[in-house]
């Protein structure tokens, strides 16, 4: 999975980079998930997002895979608990109990079944009240969101990485394999889908791909990914604050898609800074 960049792009990026950018995207998305469904996600996640060391850079005993020794935490991937508390208090009620489903003991969410267009959980009980499409269309968003938020701060602080890169990157099934990949493989490891649901990281993985290019085209390569200082405001001020309008209501007002008014949200939060601290440390 580290080495997902590896070659895509003209050849020019060392597997450090790819790591790089994998880490990013990997503390981004388990950062995420913690904050918005306490408990469920799992360190080894993050494991798997270490940047990859060069044979030279490898300590003594350990394979430059990327991967830490057996039974080794991952080294300086944490996810800040400022960040988790200010994202535990934002978007409405409704917005929140959806992210939230079938988290209390139920297994995870079975993404592959619905009942009636109900959540169906890992345990197989439904979800009253939480319509299947609502909930897959906010998990993607959130997740896609986070992804290009972690791309975008890889790209910031990695001087190797140019913004047109991006889009290069997404431009075709064949280039974006890796990183589809990459995602199906670390979504499975969160604990917000059922273990019982095997095609469910897979599934996931899907729809946040749907939603990366685009918002990368429409964002010039993620540079406007926040919106103009006005536009994050109003999103700031209506949406990421409890107890905020609907999804709906803030794409309307403010002119921006679903991912980038999350990535608003996550960025207000404080992942970027973070992910930027942790990834230029030495």
């Given at each position: 999975?580290?080495?997902?960049?590896t070659?895509m792009i003209n050849?020019?990026?060392a597997?450090r980079s790819?790591?790089?950018v994998?880490?990013?995207i990997?503390m981004?998305?388990?950062g995420?998930?913690?904050a918005?469904?306490?408990g469920?996600?799992?360190?080894?996640?993050i494991?798997?997002?270490?940047p990859?060391?060069s044979?030279a850079?490898?300590?003594?005993g350990?394979?430059?895979?990327?991967?830490?020794?057996t039974?080794?935490?991952?080294?300086g991937?944490t996810?800040p608990?400022?960040?988790?508390?200010?994202?535990?208090?934002?978007?409405s009620?409704?917005?929140?109990?959806?992210?939230n489903?079938?988290q209390q003991?139920?297994?995870?969410?079975?993404?592959?079944?619905n009942?009636?267009?109900?959540?169906?959980?890992g345990?197989?009980?439904?979800?009253?009240?939480?319509?299947?499409a609502?909930y897959l269309s906010?998990l993607s968003?959130?997740m896609?969101?986070?992804?290009?938020?972690?791309?975008?701060?890889?790209?910031l602080?990695?001087t190797?990485?140019?913004?047109e890169?991006?889009s290069?990157?997404l431009s075709s099934?064949?280039s974006a394999?890796?990183?589809?990949n990459?995602?199906?493989?670390?979504?499975?490891?969160?604990g917000?889908?059922?273990?019982?649901s095997?095609a469910?990281?897979e599934l996931?993985?899907?729809?946040?791909m749907?939603?990366l290019?685009?918002?990368?085209q429409k964002?010039?390569?993620?540079t406007?990914?926040?919106?103009t200082?006005?536009?994050?405001?109003?999103?700031?001020?209506?949406?990421?604050?409890?107890p905020?309008?609907?999804?709906?209501?803030i794409q309307?007002?403010?002119?921006m898609?679903?991912p980038q008014?999350y990535a608003?949200?996550?960025?207000?939060a404080?992942?970027a800074d973070?992910l930027?601290?942790?990834l230029q440390?030495?």
């Amino acid at each position: 999975m580290t080495g997902f960049l590896t070659g895509m792009i003209n050849g020019s990026l060392a597997r450090r980079s790819a790591g790089h950018v994998v880490a990013a995207i990997g503390m981004s998305l388990l950062g995420t998930v913690i904050a918005v469904a306490p408990g469920t996600a799992y360190p080894e996640a993050i494991a798997q997002a270490q940047p990859v060391p060069s044979p030279a850079d490898a300590p003594a005993g350990q394979p430059a895979t990327g991967q830490p020794a057996t039974g080794q935490p991952a080294q300086g991937l944490t996810v800040p608990a400022p960040f988790m508390q200010r994202l535990e208090t934002m978007f409405s009620s409704e917005i929140r109990r959806t992210l939230n489903v079938c988290q209390q003991g139920q297994g995870g969410v079975d993404l592959t079944s619905n009942s009636e267009g109900l959540v169906v959980c890992g345990d197989g009980s439904s979800v009253a009240g939480v319509d299947y499409a609502t909930y897959l269309s906010t998990l993607s968003d959130m997740m896609a969101a986070s992804t290009l938020l972690g791309i975008r701060v890889a790209f910031l602080s990695n001087t190797q990485l140019q913004p047109e890169m991006v889009s290069t990157m997404l431009s075709s099934p064949e280039s974006a394999a890796p990183l589809r990949n990459a995602l199906s493989n670390l979504l499975g490891t969160m604990g917000i889908l059922s273990t019982q649901s095997p095609a469910s990281p897979e599934l996931l993985a899907d729809e946040v791909m749907k939603r990366l290019l685009p918002t990368a085209q429409k964002t010039n390569n993620l540079t406007t990914l926040l919106g103009t200082p006005e536009q994050y405001e109003q999103v700031v001020s209506q949406f990421c604050q409890a107890p905020g309008t609907s999804l709906e209501q803030i794409q309307q007002s403010a002119k921006m898609d679903s991912p980038q008014i999350y990535a608003v949200c996550l960025q207000e939060a404080g992942l970027a800074d973070e992910l930027q601290r942790t990834l230029q440390a030495p």
